[in-house]
C-alpha cells in the first residue's frame, strides 16, 4: 500500500557562484589564465582589456538577486526588468568590473621556450651513419623508445615484436643488437643504455683511457652493487688499490651524468614554469606585499550588449525573435557579471590570506632564516581571517610568493608544532633546518648514524626519538650514514 509522508531535512548547498568561486580560487595563475580566456571566448557579453575599460560607462548595472533559480521556460522576456540592467545612476561603475589593480604594476611574463626536439636531434645524428632501409627503420624505432632520462628501458623481445606488428619489419634479434650498438653511439654518450650500469659504462669507454678510468670500469663491470652501497673496504681488497687511487676512480664515475637525455637542452620534457602570485618586498625594514597583476585581469561587462537591450525596450513592436534574443542576452549578462563578480573574490581572498601569512610569518620574511619559521597550520590562518580551511589550504597547496629570498610554495610555510626543552614551541621546518646542516657539516669519513642525529638534536635542545630522525631526513631526500660515505 502506498503511504505519503513529509519530511524534513536541513541541508547546506552550495550555490554555482559559489562552486565558481571555489574553483577560481585553487588555480594557479598560469591556469586562471586560461580559464578566464575560456570564458571570454565562451561568453560575449564579456570584455576585457585596459583600452575597453576606460571607454566603458556603466551602462549595465549588477544587481545582488540571483537568477541560478530560474528556467528559460518559465520566465517571459515581459519579466525582466531591463530597467535594472541599464540603469546607470545606482550602482558604481566598479561593480561590474575587476580591475583593482595598479596599471604601473609589473606583470610577470614567462618566457617561451623552441628547438628541436630530443628524439629528433638523436634522429639527425642517423645521417652520419650508412644504414641501410631496415636498419633506419630499427635505429628510429629504437629512438622513439628513448624516453626523457635517455634510457631505452623495453626488452628486445617485446621491441622485436613491436616492430613486426606496428612497423611492419620483420627481424631478428640480433640485428636489433647491432643496431643497439649504433644508437648507443650518438651524442649524448650514454643516451641509449637500458640501466644505469651500461650508461656509465658508456660514458666512461669514450674517455681517454686513463689509470682512474679504466679502474673505474673495472669497478663498474665486476663490483657495480658494491660500488652503489660503497662497500669501499671490500672495493679496496678486490681490485688491490689504495685509498687514493680508488678515490679517483670514483671521482670519474660521480662526474658521470646518470641522466644523459636531461642533458639536451631542447629536450621535449614538460618544464613547468613557475609565475608567482605574489611578490614580498622589504621597503625600509617593512614588508610590502603586491598581487601579480595577471591575476586581476580588467574585465567588464559588453556596453554592446547594454544596447542591444536598449534597442529591444525602444522598440515599440517585440518580436518573438526580438523575446529570444533579449532571454540569450539576460543569460549571457547575468553569467558575466557573475564571473566578473568571483574574480573580484578572488583576488581579494589571495590577497588577504597572503598577507596573513606574511605577517605571522613576519620574522622569516625579514631575515631569510628558516629556523625562525613559526609552527602554523591551516586553521591559524582561517581563524586570523575569519575564513574556512578549505579556501586557505586551496590558496596555499597550488600558489606561489616571489620573495627577496626566491619564489616558494606557499604550503611551504607551514608546519606542524613541536616542543624544545625550554617547552617553547618550534616548528618542524626548524628542526628540519638544523638537521640539515649538521648532516652537511658532518665528517663524511665517518657519517653520523640517525641514533647519533637524534642525540646532537637533543644536545641543541630538541628531543626528538631516533625514528623521527629518520623520517625528516627521508622528507630532506638525505640518505643513510652508509650512503653518505666518502672515501
Known sequence: MLKQQLNFKLSQK????????????QLPTQAFEQRLKQELEENPAMDSGKDNADEYDADVASQDQEFDDYDNDQ???????????????????????????????????????SGTSFNQHLKTQLNTFSLGEEERSIAEFLIGSVDESGYIRREITDILDDLAFT?????????????????????????????????????????????????????????????????????????????EQLKDAILEIERLNPKPGSSYSG???MIEHVVPDFAIRIVEGVLELTLNGRNAPELHVSREYSNMLKGYKDSKEKTKS????????KQKLDAAKWFIEAVRQRQQTLFVTM??????????????????????????????????????????????????????????????????????????REIKKILETVISEEDKKKPLTDEKLATILKEKGYPIARRTVAKYREQLDLPVARLRKKI
Not at 689509470?211 to 669497478?219: F, K, M
Open 355 to 428: 598577507n596573513a601569512i606574511m605577517h605571522y610569518q613576519q620574522a622569516y620574511f625579514l631575515s631569510g632564516d628558516e629556523r625562525k619559521l613559526k609552527p602554523m597550520i591551516l586553521k591559524d590562518i582561517a581563524d586570523m581571517i575569519d575564513m574556512d580551511v578549505s579556501t586557505v589550504s586551496r590558496v596555499a597547496n597550488s600558489k606561489y610568493v616571489d620573495t627577496p629570498y626566491g619564489t616558494k610554495l606557499i604550503k611551504e610555510f607551514f608546519s606542524e608544532s613541536m616542543k624544545n626543552t625550554e617547552g617553547e614551541d618550534v616548528s618542524t
Open 167 to 243: 612497423q611492419n619489419v620483420y627481424t631478428t634479434e640480433e640485428k636489433i643488437a647491432e643496431v643497439f650498438d649504433i644508437v648507443q653511439q650518438l651524442d649524448p654518450a650514454g643516451v641509449g643504455a637500458t640501466s644505469l650500469q651500461e650508461c656509465l659504462l658508456l660514458q666512461l669507454k669514450r674517455k681517454e683511457p686513463t689509470i682512474p678510468i679504466v679502474l673505474a670500469i673495472r669497478i663498474l663491470e665486476k663490483s657495480f652493487e658494491q660500488f652503489t652501497k660503497k662497500h669501499y673496504k671490500k672495493l679496496l681488497h678486490k681490485f688491490d688499490v689504495n685509498e
Open 267 to 269: 629536450n621535449t620534457k
Open 14 to 25: 552550495l550555490s554555482p557562484q559559489q562552486i565558481q568561486l571555489m574553483k577560481l580560487i
Open 322 to 329: 526580438q523575446k529570444d534574443a533579449v532571454m540569450f542576452i
Open 75 to 113: 520566465i517571459n522576456a515581459e519579466d525582466i526588468n531591463i530597467d535594472e540592467y541599464l540603469s546607470d545612476d545606482e550602482v558604481p561603475n566598479y561593480r561590474t568590473q575587476a580591475n583593482n589593480y595598479s596599471g604601473d604594476d609589473d606583470e610577470k611574463s614567462v618566457p617561451y621556450a
